[in-house]
């Protein structure tokens, strides 16, 4: 699995142009690979891995935008297999928090 | 896309009856046998399968709301149907409050974009605590059905 962290919104698919970027900004990209996408209890999951950090944390499908701490806001991205999307967080603990949740949206296999 | 889509019309429950979570998810599973769209003896088979994705966690989203659903290879298009419960069922939801609002989708295997754009249909008027009264304030399927081919 790729984890990509950067500070370059323009290659950050989905992630809003920002010349001005925090430095406690940090962002990742992830294709989701599970063949169910991101149905109810994934993203009740995320939400609460979200939840675990100290950092908003923003996930981005396209011109979509949710709040990591929020499921119903998750669902509403529609992500469905191969999708990729954008995690962003701003925080003490940002890069943790893009880690954490990269690596959970990127797992093929989403037991929880 | 609307819930109208998948919702079946003549299987809404204005009045669900049923007062705990097994049973008020098998009476809406039977109103869509009345209504046409599955065969009674499927019932068990999909109540079954609804309690144990619940046991994996509630589908109860809070503010009064819950979206249970399974895969069934019985239906060949996701359906669904609404009810409305006045006293409220006890869902476990994420807020730990009685649920009023179900609305019950059954897919078929193997197509998750739709059951995804369904639970979006789902979610997203839902967002306004104006629409959720004005479903549980509904006394009728038909008012049901004209708040749901209505909005957004």
């Known amino acids: ?112 | 896309m609307r819930m109208s889509s998948f919702i079946v019309r003549d299987a809404i429950v204005p009045r669900l009856r049923e007062t705990s979570k097994e049973s008020v998810l098998r009476e809406l599973v039977a109103s869509l046998v009345t209504a046409g769209q599955i065969r009674e003896e499927e019932i068990a088979e999909i109540v079954s399968g609804v309690m144990r994705r619940e046991a994996l966690g509630s589908t109860g989203i809070g503010r009064h709301i819950a979206i249970p659903h399974s895969k069934h290879v019985g239906v060949n298009q996701l359906i669904g149907t609404l009810g409305i419960s006045p006293i409220g069922i006890p869902f476990e939801s994420i807020d730990g409050e009685p649920v009023h609002v179900l609305v019950l989708l059954i897919s078929p295997p193997n197509k998750p974009g739709e059951h995804l754009r369904a639970l979006e249909c789902v979610v997203r008027p839902m967002k306004d605590d104006k629409f959720v009264d004005q479903l549980r304030s509904a006394k009728t399927g038909d008012e049901l059905w004209a708040l749901i081919d209505g909005g957004e």
């Open chain 1, 1 to 112: 699995m790729a984890i990509m962290l950067e500070t370059d919104p323009a290659i950050c698919n989905g992630c809003v142009a920002d010349s001005e970027i925090s430095p406690s900004i940090r962002r990742g990209t992830v294709v989701v690979k599970n063949p169910q996408g991101l149905h109810m209890r994934p993203a009740n999951r995320v939400s609460e891995l979200a939840r675990g950090f100290r950092s908003s944390i923003v996930v981005r499908n396209g011109a979509k935008s949710a709040d990591g701490r929020s499921m119903i806001n998750l669902v509403l991205l529609i992500v469905e297999p191969g999708t990729e999307l954008c995690v962003e967080a701003e925080g003490d603990d940002a890069e943790a928090a893009v880690n954490t949740l990269v690596e959970y949206l990127g797992a093929e296999d989403w037991e929880c």
